[in-house]
């Protein structure tokens, strides 16, 4: 099993760019969450689904958008890119909602100049 | 969620057991402790939570004091690959709880040859 994969590895953007982050989990998970993590500080949860066909915001949604595609994908759409937006983005699934362990990608580190 | 606090970071030397501290002194009783670590540029990893009883796996054991308000992650045996950033955190884990991981700034721990 890969686990949670996500795509691409890196990326800069300009200002204003649009890009969607990809990230698919092989587990039969039910839940897949997105969150960013910015220099020294720890990860804050920007979009969540519980299930395949529902979405919820977290923390830090302004700026973003996401699609539950199917059981296996969760993809994260940033329509115009801002230099707050410059971090490390890591997609996460687990069971269910409420489940002890999340499994995590290896993240995608976004540069917005 | 409980507030979690944690050292800044610790040293300790390869083949020791490495003791994590943490101090959760309002946490509820349906929070679960929980403890992931983030080795440098990978997405955290989940490696052991509890509620009240000691626990044990194949990465670690947990200590939960018995007033629940800290416990103690401890590596039996330490290695250069354990050098990471621990964090502790505290949630409940039920059906429509909280739904994000507080990660917190976590401690750096280094595993020294």
């Known amino acids: 099993n890969a686990g949670v994969t996500q795509t691409p590895k890196f990326q800069v953007l300009k200002t204003g760019q649009s890009m969607t982050l990809q990230c698919a989990q092989d587990?039969?998970?039910?839940?897949m969450y997105w969150y960013r993590q910015d220099p020294g500080m720890g990860l804050r949860l920007i979009y969540y689904s519980a299930s395949e066909g529902t979405t919820d915001k977290g923390e830090v949604p302004n700026g973003y958008n996401v699609s539950r595609l199917n059981k296996r994908e969760f993809s994260l759409r940033l329509e115009s890119a801002a230099p707050s937006q410059t971090s490390v983005y890591f997609c996460?699934?687990?069971?269910?909602?409420?489940?002890?362990?999340?499994?995590f990608g290896p993240g995608t580190r976004l540069t917005v100049t | 969620d409980a507030k979690t606090t944690q050292p800044t970071s610790m040293d300790c030397a390869e083949g020791r057991a490495a003791n994590l501290p943490c101090n959760h002194s309002?946490?509820?009783?349906?929070?679960?402790v929980y403890w992931y670590r983030q080795i440098h540029s990978q997405g955290p990893q989940y490696i052991i939570h509890?509620?009240?009883n000691n626990e044990t796996n194949e990465m670690a054991s947990l200590i939960i004091t018995e007033d629940r308000k800290s416990s103690t992650l401890i590596l039996p045996h330490a290695t250069l690959r354990d050098t990471a950033v621990y964090y502790c955190i505290v949630r409940p884990t039920t059906q429509g709880g909280s739904e994000k991981l507080v990660f917190g700034k976590g401690m750096k721990l280094t595993v020294n040859p």
């Open positions: 509890g509620l009240k």
């Open positions: 587990m039969n998970h039910n839940s």
């Open positions: 309002t946490i509820s009783g349906n929070e679960y």
């Open positions: 996460a699934s687990s069971v269910q909602t409420g489940a002890y362990e999340q499994y």
